[in-house]
């Protein structure tokens, strides 16, 4: 091997054909052949056609390779298992991104330490001019042509709306395959830094690898604007305006953002973002680090996110995604905007119980939750009552739950003013709200074959401005009272006293119904299949409606229970 410079005959490919390391050969500059149409077309993540799966063998050789007494070693060892241009390219990629830990002492004090790609190899660390320039030499032994690229960065340290002046603050490199540049950045590739740029973590990110350019010009902005490989080309002030899409907003599978600006001025108090997505998602946010003063849900492909924040200045918001296939793993950030708020809309108060997303949405039909009569994730009644019904597509035990800031009520009393009711496939949750204000309609699920916990689902806010609102609970309902029974009158679990009280109710299989307080009063079944009668409530404090399921048995089973008021 030697000293000097080292050429492989063998490694020219197809596309570098002649092109061998030496000091005066220099890459051809981009031309229209190489240069993409922006903005993105939706398309692919990459510039070029790739399988990735085609690279297992050779991403798992190369990340082991441990190869360091010099680059020209390490080349060939990595060729060994490298055939075309592509894979030589992916080889010297793989290693470098799992070999080359981000310097960050260096980035505190860059003139603490070398970043000539020898010294690079031998400690192991650099930053991103480092990373640029080993990639670079790699690629020319290996008779690939590349180029080390500067300019500006939204990475480490960049503030969302920042404009960029003076010199470069990052390095990546454009690699020569298939007859046209393509970009990609190993210092990205590799990992990345915690907020103070103190640490390190190795995390290998398979987008930064010959990225679409219409996608590594958000965050990649070369000193010579023909590296943009683009067609047309952005100006600086373009690239600070556009909002800023982490990797994770394509490697999930977002589109497009709307605002596409990176700073957002509230309306009346309220701001709104929209996310497209390649195929459903879940979403989260936070604004100022908490999840609330907001209203999140979910679209078929994407999400709708209204805010309002409750002070005004900056606010700083971020919005985490991940696919729905893969509900165990985590939330990544894909978005970051800044809300610039000049007044309160204090009319708006979400309640604290209010879980995002909120309203039915694909998630809940793949639940079992279909056909909703209320799409929206707001109710709206002025008289404090409403109806919510759904086709449900699974053999499911549903619970439902009612809460409010406002309210001294506790959780088992707040439920009896939820009256469910099951009509074969259909479910429908009857709500009477005890006063104005607004609620959260949380809504649980479990299989009926499971005795587990119920797993919560979804919830609506429910809003009431009506101050004269005061509905009563619904009668109080024992574990004899079957799925498929349906209470039709008296619906209020409050009676007046010293009245004749009409009561009608559809029971199935049961031989015999009262009603019972001082005396027994039974009711009679109409021939619409209805459990009927009147009874009066003189002298009452309670009353129960009692089944007497088969016509042999001596003991009735209570199955409701209603107070009577005061006199």
């Not at 903005?39 to 690279?55: E, M, R, V």
């Not at 709206?380 to 009552?385: A, C, E, F, I, P």
């Not at 009679?524 to 048995?553: I, P, Q, R, Y």
Request: proline fraction near 5%.
């Amino acid at each position: 091997m030697g000293k000097g410079i080292w050429k492989l005959p063998s490694l020219t490919g197809q596309d570098n054909k002649g092109f061998q390391e030496n000091k005066n050969s220099r890459p051809r500059l981009p031309t229209g052949k190489d240069l993409h149409a922006y903005p993105w077309d939706k398309s692919s993540l990459k510039s070029i056609s790739l399988d990735l799966q085609t690279f297992e063998k050779l991403d798992a050789y190369a990340s082991k390779v441990s190869v360091k007494s010099s680059i020209e070693e390490l080349v060939r060892t990595l060729l060994l298992q490298a055939r075309t241009d592509l894979e030589k390219v992916r080889a010297v990629w793989m290693w470098i991104c799992h070999h080359i830990e981000y310097d960050v002492v260096e980035y505190h004090n860059k003139s603490q330490r070398s970043s000539t790609p020898m010294d690079v190899l031998q400690t192991g660390k650099s930053i991103c001019e480092g990373y640029a320039g080993l990639f670079e030499q790699m690629c020319r032994i290996a008779g690939i042509q590349c180029m080390k690229l500067s300019g500006y960065s939204k990475g480490y340290g960049y503030k969302t709306g920042q404009t960029f002046q003076g010199d470069s603050d990052h390095a990546w490199n454009a690699v020569y395959l298939d007859g046209r540049w393509h970009l990609l950045d190993s210092t990205w590739g590799s990992g990345s830094v915690d907020d103070s740029c103190r640490n390190f973590t190795f995390r290998y990110n398979e987008f930064y690898f010959l990225t679409h350019p219409a996608l590594f010009i958000n965050n990649h902005f070369p000193e010579n604007s023909n590296w943009q490989l683009l067609k047309p080309t952005l100006t600086l002030k373009e690239f600070e305006n556009n909002v800023w899409h982490k990797s994770n907003f394509y490697t999930v599978g977002m589109l497009c953002a709307h605002p596409d600006t990176p700073i957002i001025q509230t309306v009346n108090g309220k701001a709104t973002i929209s996310v497209e997505s390649r195929s459903p998602a879940l979403f989260m946010y936070k604004m100022k680090g908490t999840k609330e003063h907001g209203l999140m849900t979910l679209k078929k492909n994407g999400m709708k996110l209204e805010v309002y924040p409750q002070m005004t200045g900056n606010h700083k918001l971020e919005v985490f995604a991940k696919p729905h296939k893969g509900s165990e793993d985590l939330y990544n950030c894909v978005l970051e905007y800044t809300l610039e708020c000049n007044s309160v809309d204090k009319n708006i108060c979400f309640p604290k119980d209010l879980h995002q997303p909120v309203g039915p949405s694909w998630f809940t039909e793949r639940q079992g939750f279909l056909r909703p009569s209320h799409p929206d994730p707001i109710i709206h009644t002025n008289d404090g009552r409403c109806s919510i019904t759904f086709t449900l597509s699974k053999d499911l035990s549903v619970l439902a739950s009612l809460h409010s800031d406002n309210s001294s009520l506790t959780e088992d009393v707040t439920r009896r003013y939820i009256m469910q009711i099951h009509r074969g496939t259909q479910i429908e949750f009857k709500i009477h709200l005890p006063h104005s204000g607004n609620f959260v309609l949380k809504i649980y699920t479990k299989k009926k074959a499971d005795s587990g916990n119920y797993n919560y689902i979804f919830n609506y806010l429910i809003s009431c401005p009506n101050t004269e609102v005061k509905w009563p609970v619904f009668p109080q309902y024992y574990s004899k009272w079957a799925e498929d029974y349906e209470l039709l009158e008296p619906l209020s679990g409050l009676l007046p006293a010293n009245r004749n009280v009409h009561f009608k109710l559809k029971l199935h299989g049961i031989a015999k119904v009262f009603v019972q307080c001082e005396n027994t009063c039974p009711l009679t079944l109409s021939k619409d299949g209805f459990w009927e009668g009147t009874f009066n409530t003189s002298g009452c404090t309670e009353v129960f409606v009692m089944v007497l399921e088969n016509a042999n048995h001596k003991f009735y089973s209570h199955i409701l229970k209603y107070e009577v008021e005061t006199q």
